[in-house]
């Protein structure tokens, strides 16, 4: 593939693998193609990872680094996303950059709808895509707003009215300046190679082959050709390489189109933008199924599948849940198809889509075009899908309908229902079409259909891909969204009386989908700081620009030395069974391969041993999970020892009854349990006016930083030394557990990080386990080896966030008073400890959240299944524990009847300097600031109101409001590890090297430290270089986590650089006019050193759970969230119409940094509750290997409006400069995007007459959004009894 082409032969790697499997977008890059017939040149952008070379013949790849560098000119695409902050890991930069610099070559002045379609397939992990489509917003030509809409009270630009006031010196603070950006000037892009349009013009074609090791490619050069070879070779599959093939448009009577025949080559984006000329030209009666075909179009996969599939490609494949097909069929389309035997139309229906990707095409038969009919009049055509994300994701149930009526009736004539996703392939509802045709198209005929619908389509139980009853509901509520359009037709066409109302057309209408500009406030620095000193200005991440220009070294950018191996990890396949054999025979026949790795090659110690449990890094008798490692091979090429992995023979013998769900039925646990209770729980229980129990499960979440696990260990080759360079949040963890592994000292391994692509707390132990190995495989054959998981194998093996059920009994007043609560969390932690315990604990910690209930009661334990280990993930179980809590409160809620829950909240908050249920004290003045402050600027009570009416108003959609607040406690309660250590170099020429614990994975930290070195040592951050983060620099480091990195190392960094500054002090007093260069130089001269290591001695933080007091935290952060979402009943679907933040972060070192960890973690949060879910197999496969699977948000689901609001005039005695740490404790408030969604299911129950408490499990995806609203549809579909069955997948935990 391209990908592997421009990494590894011409060592271009700024075009990154993120997935390998088109769904993620990061090995985007330019295609361009002459095209001889128009003299044109088209271009498109295309993943990488799918492209085969062979098919680029005569094509130009344009990638990131063809179009800027520092070296030589930034281009303004890479320029502006690394201004407005919308690189932060940067691992996705580059990729957001070609499609976003493929657009301008094709559309210079974009509009908003452009820019979103363009990024429509490029997913970030970190960022929460608000920056990168502000930065982008700027080639728009409708960009230059004020950004003062938001708030409710200030006025914007687009609505007429005047900014917002401004403040300090006279302008609100921007967190990018746009005034200075480099102009776009098209005239300066690269140009297509002439020699390319010289050799398409002038050279005759040749058919091309290409032989591989394993394939033969051959690049026909005329349909003929194809047909011989198709004869010869008719298993060979036919990979189309142009995007734009020859298409006909059939007319009855010169200028009346009456069918347009497409090239089955043709990219669904040359097929869109024909379809879309079509729909201008024609009379709207003629378009019908086009506009049901662009209706789909714009759905399937991103824009860089969409440039590249083609769609006789989508047809044969004969996807089960096709976007096309079901259009195709339900439209009577057909295909052309030719072989030796001569050509022939074949109509695209049931006869020719016959199974699970087969169609009836005979292998040698080549689809040479599809006939797509203009619509007549009386016949109209519908297309509509549900899907688990808006964008690039494969539907859940998607269709086809087109009917026909009797001309000036409502009598139908023909009718043809297709779906997708309802079977082994696209399915035709034929019965149910046979039960409306020839009557009226009315609510009578219709509600008699969908009785034969559920009849004729019913799925079983067991069917793949799960959501049964979801699917079976759509194909109903699908029909009856058609029917509303229908039926609007119909009176539009004054064929029925009555026009539909307000309330029924809420079923058509679409969801809100414009982006507005977002604000982001914060505090300006104080008049009179120094330009120089950076402190509290929002700094650019200091390698954005290097990440834009695809120049920033990843682990897996490092050259390859001399010799270098590759290591592929063999995983066992059993849930739980006794290893009874490993050959390796076969896989050391492999060419290439150079050992396979077991346990019993591990010199040292096979156990990794954190939190004071020990893990076998390599299954050596038993296995309990699958996915668990078990032998690695090691191999000249990737390639290469994925064959021997392929060919290793596990002999197993299963054990009986592995666990997965069933933990607390059968006491599985990990110990310690833990528990702690405030006040008399039981007594108050007698005492309180009403008592009520429920419960939520939430799920899992993968980590899905976009760089996978990387790492690559050389062994020097003397003294026992190695250099491990890794992608991982703990170095000095990764080097002790080598070092323990090998045998050997600590001292000969040394550990190095420049900078992660995202890790979010799955870099830390999963990363030294495989370090370990990787380096077992380079001690034993003395060379390098390098270790790059691909996602799949990433997925399966790390595992990911606990999922939790909570259980609650809580006990109230008739006002709402919360007086006793009892909560019980069961952590589904797989099939090791890992540091399950220590996030068990952290749930118990928070379970109060902001809440002061005076009778308290909390039990946490970790349950052992035989899943994949679960691990620690931004939050660290305080995303689970406040969960249940906040539910609890909504049940509260619901039961007293109040429709604003918030109220609740309120009456139960802290209000005054308390002890939390731990006894820590503290003062929530600032957490009821932020409350209030949050329910102020996003207009909550007027909002609240408009949305009651909205809802009256609209039968099948609803909107939903939530207020969320957080208390989120920061540093390690684990008082050793709040330390930290810097060391910091002055160099003659003045230039400063900073080094210091912390790893930069996208959170700044280095941009962070270079502010704080600025300030102390008085110089412009240009003179300070962060390189990277190295054991051999600074010993003994912490994990960057608990959101404690900045608070820790900084106070380390501000320590060296205060030693220094007072060492330099007399040859400062000695020429007080002096530049820095010239003290620097002096100092030298005068024997003063130039070097000082600094150090921070942290809190002294413990939590004694036998007393059940402590003190874990160094303090709070605090924040409120508010979020509205509109959510469409009938799908399950929804968006999220606003969100509002406000956050007590303290004085924060870098707006930018903290905002871009606000937006990011609430996207991420938002992700959690209500889209992300991990899927196993009822035999413990995770079945949810890639994007393709596993949804995580996308463009498509930021909030539509996303304002975010520092609290001012915060102090923090507790870090260093009055900041916060903020990287974890926003994630929590997505749970408001979850509980409005909730809301606005409640509203849609309440109108079905459903009141009172419900559940609706986490995540709300639409599934579980569309079950819980309890529609019409719903109610229809008979539950599947349970234990009838063997379900898809797991219902975890
Ligand atoms: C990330 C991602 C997201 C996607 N999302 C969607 C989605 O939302 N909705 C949807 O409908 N699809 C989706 N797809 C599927 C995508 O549209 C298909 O992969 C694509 O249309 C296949 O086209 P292709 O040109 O790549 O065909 P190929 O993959 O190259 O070919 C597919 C098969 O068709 C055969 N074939 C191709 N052309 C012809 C021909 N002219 N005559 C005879 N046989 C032929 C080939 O031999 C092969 O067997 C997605 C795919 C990806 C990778
Ligand atoms: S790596 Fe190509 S799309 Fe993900
Ligand atoms: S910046 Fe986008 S994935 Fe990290």
Not at 218 to 232: G, M, R, W
Not at 468 to 473: G, I, K, P, Q, Y
Not at 731 to 746: H, K, N, W
Not at 967 to 974: H, M, N, T
């Amino acid at each position: 593939m391209l990908l592997s082409y421009l990494r590894d032969r011409l060592r271009l790697t700024g075009t990154k693998y993120g997935c390998g499997g088109g769904g993620c977008g990061a090995c985007t890059v330019m295609v361009s193609r002459y095209q001889p017939g128009t003299k044109t040149i088209l271009h498109y952008s295309a993943n990488a990872c799918l492209l085969p070379v062979c098919q680029l013949q005569g094509a130009a790849v344009t990638t990131v680094e063809g179009i800027g560098s520092t070296k030589t000119r930034v281009h303004p695409v890479q320029e502006r996303i690394a201004r407005a902050h919308g690189s932060q890991c940067g691992f996705c930069t580059p990729g957001m950059v070609m499609s976003m610099y493929t657009l301008l070559r094709n559309t210079p002045q974009p509009t908003m709808e452009d820019i979103r379609e363009a990024l429509g397939g490029n997913l970030c992990r970190c960022t929460g895509y608000r920056p990168i489509v502000d930065g982008f917003r700027t080639f728009c030509q409708e960009s230059n707003c004020c950004q003062g809409n938001g708030n409710g009270t200030a006025g914007c630009c687009l609505d007429g009215e005047s900014p917002p006031e401004k403040s300090g010196n006279g302008l609100p603070p921007q967190l990018f300046d746009q005034g200075d950006l480099l102009p776009l000037d098209p005239t300066q892009e690269l140009i297509f190679p002439p020699e390319l349009i010289l050799m398409a013009q002038t050279e005759p074609q040749m058919s091309q082959r290409f032989i591989g090791e394993n394939i033969v490619w051959i690049s026909p050069v005329s349909l003929d050709e194809l047909i011989q070879l198709k004869a010869d070779h008719p298993q060979a599959p036919l990979v189309i390489g142009c995007p734009a093939s020859h298409n006909n448009i059939t007319y009855q009577s010169p200028g009346v189109v009456c069918s347009v025949y497409i090239g089955a080559g043709c990219s669904l984006s040359v097929v869109k933008a024909l379809l879309e000329g079509l729909v201008q030209e024609l009379p709207e009666e003629k378009t019908e199924i086009y506009r049901a075909l662009l209706q789909q179009l714009g759905n399937v996969g991103g824009q860089q599948i969409r440039n590249v599939a083609s769609i006789g490609g989508n047809i044969v494949s004969a996807y089960p849940n096709s976007d096309l097909n079901p259009v195709l069929a339900a439209g009577s389309c057909k295909l052309s198809v030719v072989s030796k035997g001569g050509r022939k139309e074949i109509l695209l229906n049931k006869d020719f889509l016959v199974g699970f990707g087969k169609t009836s095409l005979k292998p040698d038969e080549i689809v040479l075009s599809v006939f797509i009919p203009v619509s007549r009049k009386w016949e109209f055509m519908g297309a509509l899908r549900q899907a688990p994300r808006k964008e690039n994701a494969l539907a859940t149930v998607t269709s086809g309908i087109r009917v026909m009526f009797t001309e000036g009736s409502s009598v139908v004539k023909e009718l043809s229902i297709c779906y997708g996703g309802v079977g082994p392939c696209t399915v035709s509802a034929s019965r149910t079409c046979a039960a409306i045709i020839g009557r009226p198209w009315n609510e009578q005929t219709l509600s008699e259909a969908y009785t034969v619908l559920l009849d004729e389509i019913s799925l079983s139980p067991s069917h793949p891909g799960g959501k049964v009853d979801f699917r079976r509901s759509l194909t109903l509520s699908l029909l009856f969204k058609f029917n509303l359009q229908i039926l609007h037709k119909l009176w539009e066409m004054n064929v029925i009386k009555e026009d539909l109302s307000e309330e029924m057309s809420s079923g058509i209408r679409p969801l809100p989908n414009q982006l507005q500009p977002g604000i982001q406030v914060f505090q300006p620095v104080v008049n009179g700081q120094s330009v120089d000193d950076q402190v509290g200005r929002p700094v650019m991440h200091h390698s954005a620009i290097s990440q834009a220009t695809g120049e920033a070294v990843y682990c897996d950018d490092i050259p390859k030395t001399d010799g270098e191996l590759h290591l592929v990890l063999v995983t066992s396949t059993r849930p739980h069974a006794k290893i009874r054999g490993i050959d390796v025979t076969e896989a050391l026949q492999v060419p290439g391969v150079v050992d396979v790795i077991t346990s019993k090659d591990i010199p040292g110690k096979k156990f990794r041993t954190f939190t004071g449990v020990d893990e076998e890094l390599l299954a050596e008798n038993e296995v309990s999970c699958v996915g668990q490692m078990v032998c690695a091979v090691i191999a000249d090429t990737r390639e290469q020892a994925k064959r021997g992995a392929a060919v290793v023979k596990i002999h197993y013998e299963d054990l009986p009854e592995p666990v997965f769900t069933e933990a607390m039925e059968k006491k599985s646990y990990f110990q310690p349990q833990r528990t702690i209770e405030r006040g008399n729980v039981t007594q108050a229980f007698e005492e309180v006016d009403q008592v009520y129990e429920g419960e939520i499960r939430l799920g899992g979440q993968e980590h899905f930083y976009m760089e996978t696990q990387s790492m690559v260990v050389v062994p020097s080759g003397e003294d026992r030394e190695l250099r491990v360079y890794l992608s991982c949040q703990h170095p000095t963890y990764a080097q002790e557990s080598i070092a323990e592994t090998l045998g050997i000292p600590s001292n000969r391994v040394s550990c190095h990080v420049k900078r992660v692509g995202g890790a979010f707390g799955g870099k830390v132990t999963k990363t030294s386990a495989i370090a370990c190995i990787t380096s077992v495989a380079a001690w034993r054959s003395g060379r390098a080896v390098r270790c790059v998981l691909e996602r799949g194998e990433d997925m399966l093996i790390t595992g990911a966030r606990h999922p939790v059920l909570g259980r609650y009994k809580v006990g109230f007043m008739n006002d709402g008073k919360i007086i006793a609560a009892d909560l019980h969390y069961y952590a589904n932690s797989g099939n090791t400890a890992d540091e399950s315990v220590l996030v068990v604990e952290k749930v118990l910690l928070h379970l109060d959240n902001a809440y002061n209930v005076p009778n308290l009661r909390g039990h946490s334990v970790a349950c052992k299944t035989n899943l994949p280990s679960n691990t620690a993930f931004r939050g660290f179980g305080v995303p689970q524990s406040m969960l249940v809590t906040e539910n609890m409160i909504n049940d509260v809620a619901m039961k007293l009847g109040r429709n604003a829950e918030e109220q609740i909240r309120e009456i139960n908050m802290y209000k005054e300097v308390s002890l939390t249920h731990y006894k820590f004290q503290f003062d929530p003045k600032n957490l009821l600031r932020c409350w209030d402050e949050c329910k102020e600027k996003s207009d909550y009570d007027s909002r609240r109101q408009a949305a009651g009416e909205f809802n009256q108003k609209n039968r099948w959609k609803k909107r939903g409001l939530a207020v969320i607040p957080i208390k989120y406690g920061i540093a390690f309660s684990e008082g050793f590890l709040n330390q930290a250590a810097s060391l910091v170099h002055i160099y003659k020429d003045g230039s400063v090297l900073v080094s210091h614990g912390g790893t930069e994975m996208g959170q700044g930290i280095h941009t962070k430290m270079q502010q704080v070195a600025s300030r102390e040592l008085h110089i412009p951050t240009s003179f300070i270089h962060i390189t990277e983060t190295s054991t051999s620099a600074v010993p003994n480091t912490c994990p960057s986590a608990a959101s404690f990195g900045t608070d820790a190392n900084g106070m380390a960094v501000k320590n060296a650089c205060e030693t220094l500054y007072r060492r330099l002090e007399p040859v400062r007093k000695q020429n007080p006019t002096g530049t820095w260069e010239s003290w620097v130089k002096k100092a030298f001269l005068q024997k003063i050193s130039l070097s000082a290591t600094g150090y921070y001695r942290g809190h002294d933080l413990y939590m004694d759970w036998e007393k059940q007091e402590g003190q874990p935290y160094a303090y709070f952060t605090y924040g409120a969230c508010c979020s509205e979402v509109e959510v469409d009943c009938l799908s399950g679907d929804y968006r999220t119409v606003r969100t509002d933040i406000v956050t007590d972060i303290g004085r924060s070192i870098n707006p930018s940094v903290d905002i871009g960890q606000i937006e990011g973690s609430f996207i991420q949060g938002l992700g959690l509750y209500t889209m992300e879910e991990l899927q196993f197999s009822p035999s413990g496969v995770l079945l949810t290997r890639g994007p393709s699977q596993y949804k995580i948000p996308a463009i498509c689901d930021i909030p539509l409006q996303f304002n975010v609001y520092l609290l001012s005039d915060s102090d923090n005695p507790h870090a260093i400069y009055s900041s916060k740490g903020i990287g974890e404790p926003v994630l929590f408030l997505g749970s408001s995007v979850f509980f409005a969604i909730k809301d606005a299911v409640a509203a849609a129950r309440a109108e079905a007459g459903m009141d009172g408490p419900f559940t609706l499990d986490s995540p709300a995806t639409p599934e579980r959004t569309c079950l819980a609203c309890n529609t019409d549809f719903t109610q229809k579909i008979p539950p599947s009894r349970p234990g009838s069955f063997k379900p898809w997948a797991l219902n975890i935990p």
